[in-house]
């Protein structure tokens, strides 16, 4: 199955290490900031290779080459949630902003289809990206118009091909008596095709 990753921007965050499935040591990541084209930033969560992580630094620019994974994490709040990653395999050098995904998967849970305020059609769909080493990676995605009314039509446990970026945005969270701000780390689907 087809799961390339290449991510390039500035990091943001020092390293922070994290367990993940089939890894008895923690592993470390970092938080990329990469430009869309409007000029809005998302900030990609990318483990980095052990071996590199002491040459990382908050404010660097690098480039990464690697595959989509997830990890269950929990809160402050001791509820879980699945969170995507890319998995570093390869530094490279530096040229520009760049975040692109290309994976073939599995749509895996029921496709929500809804509408914003303005009457603009948004897609919900839970993706399962196979592993033969380690378990499944289930990447949360989104889409936007066209390419959203085109996937309620896509069954449970279809094969698709699905090209895109990561994003980030950011929420306001209401728990009884406070409110605290989530990111949401998601797949912006750009293309989407059913496929054998």
């Not at 993940?20 to 990541?29: M, V």
């Not at 990382?56 to 699945?82: H, M, P, Q």
Request: hydrophobic share 35%.
């Amino acid at each position: 199955m087809k799961n390339e990753v290449l991510v390039a921007g500035t990091v943001v965050s020092a390293p922070t290490y994290k367990y993940t499935e089939g890894i008895h040591l923690p592993q470390p990541y970092v938080g990329i900031s990469t430009s869309r084209l409007s000029g809005v930033f998302d900030v990609v969560n990318v483990f980095i290779p052990t071996t590199e992580v002491l040459h990382i630094r908050v404010g660097d620019k690098i480039a990464v080459s690697g595959y989509l994974c997830s990890v269950n994490a929990r809160n402050e709040y001791g509820t879980s949630r699945l969170l995507p990653f890319v998995n570093g395999v390869q530094i490279l050098p530096y040229q520009k902003d760049e975040n692109k995904i290309d994976i073939e998967a599995y749509i895996c849970d029921k496709v929500i289809l809804r509408e914003t305020p303005l009457g603009k059609q948004i897609c919900d769909v839970m993706l399962a990206i196979p592993n033969e080493q380690t378990r499944s990676a289930y990447i949360p995605a989104i889409a936007w118009g066209d390419r959203a009314a085109q996937i309620p039509d896509m069954k449970k446990h279809t094969k698709v091909v699905v090209h895109g970026r990561m994003q980030s945005r950011q929420y306001t969270q209401r728990r009884e008596t406070c409110e605290y701000p989530r990111t949401i780390n998601e797949l912006s689907i750009q293309f989407i095709k059913e496929i054998q």
